[in-house]
Each structure stands twice: as C-alpha cells, then as structure tokens.
C-alpha cells in the first residue's frame, strides 16, 4: 500500500522542520512518500521523498524550472505530474514530456487525473480520464508504462469534503486498470481518518493521495492504523 502526502503550498522551512519531526516517528508498514514544496525537500530526512512537480525540460536556460536531473541528484525518487491544481496552465505535450524526464532520470511520476463535477454530470468522466491517460497509453512504450504510478484524483473531491461513492470510484478504477493492467492505481480527493474505513473497502485501490490529511500528522497516523487493521 503506498500513500502519497501532498503538502501542496504548505509550510515554511522552519514549520516544516518541526513537521517533519512528527512525520518521522510515524509507523506505517507500506509505503510513504512525502511531497513537500521544492524548498523543503532539501531538508535531510530518511523519509521516502517526491516532488510536487517537475520541469518538462531538461536543464539549461529555463528559468525557475527544476528539472528531474536535479531532484534525482537529491535522492528524490517521485514526483507528482498533472495535478488538476497545475493542468491548467500545462499543455498535454509538456505534461509528456515531464513524465519523459523523470523516467529518463530512474523516478517514478505519480500522473493525477480526475474529472470535473460538469463531466460526471455529462457522463463523459471515462472519456475526460481516458484523454489524461493518453500520454501515458500512446505515448510510452509498454515497458516504461508500468513504472507511473495514477491517481484518480476527480477535482470536485479535492478539498471538499464531497467525495464519490465507493461505487464510482470502483468503476474509475477499473477503467483506469482496463487500459493499464500493470500499474499502481491510488486514489486521492478529501481522504481522511474517518471515511478511510469505508474508502479501503473498494477493491483494487493501491494507495492514496492526500492533501489537508498530510498537514496534521496525528490524524495522519489514525488514517494509516485504520487503513493496515
Ligand atoms: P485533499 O486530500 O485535501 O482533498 O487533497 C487531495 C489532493 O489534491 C492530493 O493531491
């Protein structure tokens, strides 16, 4: 089971410090990995580390941009791609291109689709995460495919509270495996210490991905206890 703490824009150097004290002692016997802001991810820990990001180029004149070669170079072995917080100003061919550069440099993407509450109510959710998964069903060949990791993260679940039947999550997870047998499926979207009970009872989910959950490690910890009785 792996569970992916998405700090997003949280914490500053110092409250990270004393942060990651707290997510230090935290038992867990699957796996977790800690996104924090790229300023934080400097902090030396033996906590599993992933970025929140990634530049889709490789390094040279882009400025501001943190290519995977530099992460890679601190020991980050995971980076989360396409979060629906960034899909907006990433094209689809950058999005590709970040997930070629973290293969390129031995990290796994966490790739993050979901579909808006509009498309639910369409109908077109497959269709909307059938289209996100594209870089990775048509572009990458079979062999480096199984190393992304998704995350179905529908975006009206995102901070919310509002969060999907164990049913329609099923049936996205499903889908999602039905065009990538191989890989890791989590799910992420206003998981929490309460409804983990309910949420681990759905079937073929490999992890999770949280957000608010990973900023209060005491809660944290009754979420994994409850996820691993
Ligand atoms: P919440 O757990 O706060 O809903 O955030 C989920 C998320 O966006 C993780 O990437």
């Known amino acids: 089971m792996i569970v992916a703490l998405n700090n997003k824009s949280n914490f500053t150097r110092d409250e990270y410090v ?9 038992t867990f016997k699957g796996k977790l990995i800690l996104c924090p802001t790229y300023l934080n991810l400097t902090v030396k820990t033996d906590v599993i580390l992933g970025a929140q990001d990634v530049s889709p180029y490789e390094d040279g004149s882009h400025t501001g941009e943190i290519s995977a070669r530099q992460l890679s170079a601190l020991g980050i072995k995971y980076s989360i791609v396409g979060h629906s917080e960034r899909r907006l100003s990433e094209t689809e061919e950058e999005l590709f291109n970040e997930i070629r550069r973290l293969l390129e440099n031995n990290m796994t993407p966490i790739l993050c689709v979901g579909e808006r509450k509009a498309d639910r109510e369409k109908g077109s959710t497959k269709a909307v995460i059938g289209n996100q998964l594209a ?45 990538l047998p191989n890989n890791k499926v989590l799910y992420g979207g ?22 608010g959950l990973s900023l209060k490690p005491d809660k944290l910890q009754i979420f994994l206890d409850k996820l691993s009785e």
């Open 190 to 211: 206003s998981a929490n210490e309460e409804n983990i009970d309910t949420l681990k009872e759905i079937e073929g989910i490999d992890g999770y991905l949280v957000g």
């Open 18 to 26: 004393e942060y990651l004290k707290e997510i230090e002692e935290i």
């Open 135 to 179: 870089s990775v069903t048509n572009y990458l060949m079979e062999n480096e495919r199984s190393n992304v990791i998704i995350a179905y993260e529908p975006v009206w679940a995102i901070g919310t509270g509002e969060i999907p039947t164990n049913e329609q999550i099923k049936e996205v997870i499903d889908f999602i495996k039905s065009k």
